[in-house]
């Protein structure tokens, strides 16, 4: 979305693993994504840079911490505009026997980190 968007950069801000490297699923598919740049970091710290530095836009789920930093920030001066407060969601799927199984499994799980 943000390429779409044409944001110029585009940073991937993600929790560490235990022993502080990125996930190898999570690099490569910022590979595959382009232009994304992954950092390895603590992730409070990073988000503290990101939004004290020069970010516009702050898009993307997280948890209620992260919810919470975005609904802050988007009421200070600093004029950072965010997609939407995450918070929990229902879905419901509507589908008979002509459903495709495989397109609804898709999107039900496209909705299960949201």
């Known amino acids: 979305p943000a390429g779409?968007?044409?944001?110029?950069t585009i940073v991937l801000a993600t929790?560490?693993?235990?022993?502080?490297?990125i996930c190898p699923e999570v690099l490569y598919c910022t590979k595959k994504a382009g232009e994304a740049q992954a950092l390895e970091?603590?992730?409070s710290l990073l988000l503290h840079i990101l939004i004290f530095g020069t970010v516009d836009k702050?898009?993307?789920?997280?948890n209620q911490y992260v919810t919470a930093a975005k609904m802050l920030l988007q009421n200070r001066e600093s004029m950072i505009s965010i997609n939407m407060p995450a918070g929990p969601s229902e879905v419901?799927?509507?589908?008979?026997?002509?459903?495709?199984?495989?397109?609804?499994?898709a999107s039900l799980g496209s909705r299960a980190s949201q």
């Open 4 to 8: 779409i968007a044409g944001c110029e």
């Open 15 to 21: 929790p560490p693993r235990s022993d502080g490297s």
């Open 41 to 43: 970091s603590i992730f």
């Open 58 to 62: 702050i898009l993307g789920p997280g």
């Open 92 to 105: 419901l799927v509507i589908a008979d026997k002509n459903a495709n199984a495989i397109h609804v499994g």
